[in-house]
């Protein structure tokens, strides 16, 4: 697509890509707290999802489960490429790097880069699809953070932190059913 022409379409051009980059890391942060409501509400109302189904509701259906075969998932976005289609639709690639809690003492690294498709609604940016997750690989973490005594932090450099048990939308996640 060809670049704007006009002072306004290029500011509008820079704006839009902010609130793009601004759903990857709102994607991270609400996936990472188990903030389902949030999570949702960075979707399209009409999200497309495998198999033709369609809307928030089945995207909620979909990934539930999934993410409670995980415990805890630590996401760091990097690269974050955006080409726009037109105005209010454009595709990106996102470089993602997670640190997985894959069973009670098990953790592994991804890396990871997100297929997207985002759309302009009313003046905001959403998701338009769902997030195609591929990876360049997982693997075992050399020392498993679970179990480790409290790292008091800034006492102790290493250790178990507060987080994500101190969210209160990760508590309510786990609290509707607990981790087998």
Do not use: K
Request: net charge neutral.
């Amino acid at each position: 697509m060809a670049d704007p022409a006009t002072l306004a379409a290029r500011i509008d051009r820079l704006e839009s890509a902010g609130q793009i980059r601004q759903l990857a890391w709102r994607y991270s942060a609400t996936l990472d707290r188990r903030d389902m409501d949030g999570l949702m509400g960075l979707y399209a109302d009409d999200v497309e999802l495998p198999g033709g189904r369609r809307g928030r509701d089945a995207l909620r259906e979909l990934m539930e489960p999934s993410l409670r075969r995980v415990r805890t998932t630590i996401l760091h976005v990097g690269n974050h490429v955006i080409e726009f289609t037109d105005d209010d639709q454009a595709t990106g690639a996102v470089y993602c790097h997670g640190e997985v809690q894959t069973g009670p003492d098990t953790w592994v690294h991804q890396a990871i880069c997100y297929g997207d498709r985002y759309v302009r609604r009313d003046g905001r940016w959403y998701f338009a699809a769902q997030r195609r997750h591929e990876l360049f690989y997982g693997a075992a973490h050399g020392r498993r953070p679970v179990g480790m005594a409290a790292a008091d932090w800034p006492a102790h450099d290493t250790g178990t932190g507060t987080l994500p048990y101190r969210w209160d939308s990760w508590q309510r996640f786990w609290a509707a059913q607990p981790p087998a």
